[in-house]
């Protein structure tokens, strides 16, 4: 089990693709609630694209939970940390759930929070990569095939730890920048938590809700 901490809820729309959707319930709107069960009454933060905030606030109307809408865009670290720093007060570890991966569920959520042990900094939960990857020339000549035991499909959350984040506008890969010599750790994910990313994945990820 891992230790106590109060923690920054926040829900990233790191695609468009955050608006389609399964059964006629939208991502955003699944990935919130599933977030907010784990969050109880605690205030949501939701950043999103300024591009796409009124879609958001149209999309969340009818949500009766504690909600602020940040506009930035998730997807750059050294933006995200600006928007969010603020906000830290009194959180130990911020927790940031991709809305582009609809079914995520609570149990990987609480899963990856009680990762968070007293010497690591930052969790997320990770998946091999089964399939063969080439690296294609334009001629269509194979030039390559990659080693996929170095290669993982990263999932979401993640729990980071504030004490770990870089006042930088460096990327490692992460939501957030972390500084250097932060401990990370990678948790086994369910292989089911997969992104939408067009239309085509929403027919999959229908028949998994089943």
Known sequence: MGVHVNICYVLAITSTSAFLEIENVSNVARTLKTLHDVAGGQEIIVAVAPVSEPQLRQTLASFSAKIMIIGVDPTHAGALHLALKNHFKGADAVLIVDASYPLV?????????????????????VLPFNETLKIIEKDSVVKATLDRTTVKRISTPELIRV???ADSKSDQGWFLPLKSGARTLAIEGDSKITRINSERDLGLSALLLQ
Do not use: C, G, H
């Open 105 to 125: 569920t609570k149990e990987q959520i609480v899963r990856t929070i009680d990762s968070l042990a007293v010497n690591i900094d930052a969790v997320r939960p």
């Open 163 to 165: 004490l770990a984040i």
